[in-house]
């Protein structure tokens, strides 16, 4: 009769080995969420694990960096090689490790004591359960489960980030070196001007104000083109920063000009709906809101056995039989009746609320702006491509031909050429401005935007 106690002993082993069968998965479970990245922008990141894992990735970027860059490939290689999104990625590792731990039950505490005197020995042994963390375990497993759910989508958002980084950082490169290419044709262009300004006031036909405006112009240009150079190699820079690129990898070769506007901008429906549905930063938010409710149920229910222990206990003494039993320890609510964790607990809960609803108003208000600057963006640069340019283009046609008819002065001819390379110099920015609020709409609605559109609507 002694011996039964045993049993439920055993029952307790049972559920602490099944407890330990909780598995961590080799991926750190960071597979769903390189599911996600790639159906939401196009490109997969990948886990760089081990040796071999590194190696694939550097063979993917080189031969990703064997052909000029574009927008896609320069995020493609980011996702796989930047070091600070591989650090990102180690966190949903340490976020499925937490909710594996909490499905497993404290190990048990044995004890052991051993009294001699008088020639007598007194030994006592005893084994302890964290029967609290038993009762809890369910609800803390189920915790720990949504805050792994809330940092795939906190990690997912930081996916989305970086390749919004980089695709920022690959028009800046790609237009700082178009206006590197035309920078040097304009500073061409003004020294020959420059020249004939010369040779024609040495031969008494141009005016020594009309030679200054060339020579001051020629000397701007020279600048215009110094600064160019420094920022088409700033860029440049930046973008290797974000692409995780060192050594001879940063001698990518970018295309010659930014890729043409497409036939007509993206019609979308409701952009505010579109945000609220599509972008992880509001899905993190509401996770963690619900997280944070299901703690304070956690709270509530454990704030009187949260030092409650249950165990086996067992005592020998010489000469005397052996004595067994159970050891139970539990808290008394004397001082601390768990008020004040309850009231944390429903603050921090309200904080949540109140950031789920701060991400909400942003993300419609984003939305709102990103898609006015879209098509802003669109209307300026469709109108220096279409109207602009080709006016600046006539004009210098018009200019030329009445030079040759010697019905327009030397004055006039480098005039226009200054005029136009200053219209050149604004198409580009507003194309650069077009693909900009391009990449900045795909952010902040969550989801990708087509490049060549036509008319039908997109949602």
């Not at 237009?175 to 040779?199: I, P």
């Not at 963690?288 to 956690?298: E, H, K, M």
């Not at 952010?443 to 935007?449: D, E, H, I, R």
């Amino acid at each position: 009769m002694t011996r039964r106690p045993a049993k439920p002993l055993a029952a307790l082993a049972a559920l602490a080995l099944l407890a330990g069968c909780t598995a961590v998965a080799p991926d750190g479970g960071f597979g769903p969420v390189a599911d996600t990245a790639a159906a939401r922008i196009g490109a997969r990141p990948q886990l760089a694990r081990d040796d071999a894992a590194a190696r694939a990735i550097s063979d993917t970027v080189r031969t990703e960096l064997e052909r000029p860059l574009d927008m896609d490939a320069a995020v493609r290689i980011a996702l796989v090689n930047s070091p600070a999104l591989q650090a990102t990625y180690w966190n949903v590792g340490i976020a499925q490790a937490d909710m594996a731990q909490a499905a497993r039950l404290h190990n048990p505490a044995i004890g052991f004591q051993r009294m001699s005197g008088q020639g007598d020995v007194e030994i006592e042994r005893s084994l302890t359960f964290d029967l609290a963390g038993l009762l809890t375990m369910p609800l803390a497993a189920r915790l720990e489960a949504r805050r792994y759910d809330a940092v795939r989508r906190e990690v997912g958002a930081a996916i989305e980030r970086h390749a919004l980084a980089v695709r920022l950082a690959w028009i800046a490169a790609v237009a700082a070196r178009q206006d590197l290419d035309y920078a040097r044709q304009v500073n061409a262009a003004a020294e020959a001007g420059a020249e004939l300004a010369g040779r024609m006031t040495r031969a008494g036909n141009l005016a020594q104000l009309d030679r200054a405006r060339e020579q001051v112009f020629h000397a701007e240009s020279a600048a215009a083109l110094a600064r160019a150079d420094r920022q088409a190699m700033a860029a440049r820079e930046k973008l290797a920063r974000l692409l995780g690129l060192w050594g001879a990898d940063t001698q990518f070769t970018l295309p010659q000009r930014l890729p043409d506007l497409p036939a007509a901008p993206a019609e979308l429906r409701d952009v505010e709906r579109i945000a609220l549905e599509r972008r992880l930063d509001v899905q993190a938010a509401r996770a963690d809101a619900q997280a944070t409710a299901r703690s304070l149920g956690l709270t509530r229910t454990t704030r009187f056995v949260n030092a409650l222990e249950l165990g086996y206990a067992g005592k020998s003494e010489t000469g005397a039989p052996s004595a067994r039993g159970y050891a139970l320890s539990l808290e008394v609510p004397l001082f601390d009746w768990g008020d004040a964790r309850v009231a944390r607990a429903e603050a921090i809960y309200m904080q949540a609320v109140q950031r789920l609803a701060e991400a909400a108003v942003t993300a419609r208000s984003e939305a709102r702006d990103r898609y006015l600057a879209y098509r802003t963006a669109y209307d300026v640069a469709t109108h220096y491509r279409d109207t602009v340019i080709p006016l600046r283009k006539r004009i210098s046609r018009e200019v030329l031909l009445r030079y040759n008819g010697m019905l327009a002065s030397t004055h006039e001819l480098l005039a226009d050429a200054r005029e136009q390379a200053a219209a050149v110099n604004a198409a580009i920015a507003a194309q650069q401005d077009f693909w900009t609020a391009h990449a900045e709409l795909e952010a902040a609605l969550g989801q990708q935007v087509p490049r060549n559109q036509h008319k039908e609507h997109a949602e």
